[in-house]
């Protein structure tokens, strides 16, 4: 991963021993090609989904997030201020577009959010320290939107972020490749699904 920012940056954080694939948000708006997120890249549901077999395997955690807000976008902000379509994930709104693209397995939790961070204003941290979680592999969609705010706020939450660059998609090559390589020197380990699959299939 080449690194836009010097030799000051692009430090590593590792692996802890205890890592949980968390999926952000990777629902049919952006997976299907009349959703009102679609994202030109069908291969991120095949990358999440390998990853997710790999953690499986491992006998590791897996957390699925998705957009939700009330019927009325009471509790949407100035987010959907910014991005209007979003009204598309409020309960009882038409085309079940906030719906997973894959399944969740039995156990594995589905955490609700209103925001493009997976931890801002939910319970996903609590969760995760209470399975002892030491690491969070963020997977999904968008790159630069909700898995760069989640593995930043990640960080900030006291877990290493691992970032899988095959199992994240944007809206463009630019973008993924631009935010990915940000990420990766300033706030994440960016890494290939190759690498996140045989360290999960590993580690203990």
Not at 34 to 39: R, S
Not at 140 to 146: I, P, R
Request: hydrophobic residues 50%; aromatic residues 6%; glycine residues 12%.
């Amino acid at each position: 991963m080449s690194n836009p920012h010097g030799s000051s940056f692009a430090g590593r954080v590792g692996w802890g021993a205890r890592p949980a694939v968390v999926v952000v948000d990777l629902v049919r708006a952006y997976t299907e090609p009349d959703g009102p997120f679609w994202l030109d890249e069908p291969s991120v549901v095949d990358g999440c989904a390998e990853l997710v077999d790999a953690a499986r395997a491992g006998g590791h955690p897996v957390l699925w997030t998705i957009v939700r807000f009330a019927a009325d976008m009471g509790d949407a902000g100035f987010f959907a201020a910014k991005v209007p379509a979003l009204a598309c994930f409020a309960d009882g709104a038409p085309g079940g577009w906030g719906e997973l693209a894959l399944a969740a397995g039995p156990g594995e939790p589905v955490v609700a959010k209103q925001h493009a961070s997976s931890f801002a204003g939910t319970s996903l941290a609590a969760t995760l320290r209470a399975r002892g979680v030491d690491t969070v592999v963020v997977a999904g969609v968008s790159t630069s939107g909700c898995v760069r705010a989640t593995a930043t706020d990640a960080s900030a939450a006291g877990f290493r972020p691992i970032v899988v660059a095959g199992a994240c998609a944007d809206r463009s090559a630019a973008l993924h490749e631009q935010n990915l390589a940000d990420l990766d020197a300033k706030y994440a380990d960016v890494i290939d699904l190759a690498d996140a699959r045989a360290h999960l299939h590993g580690a203990t």
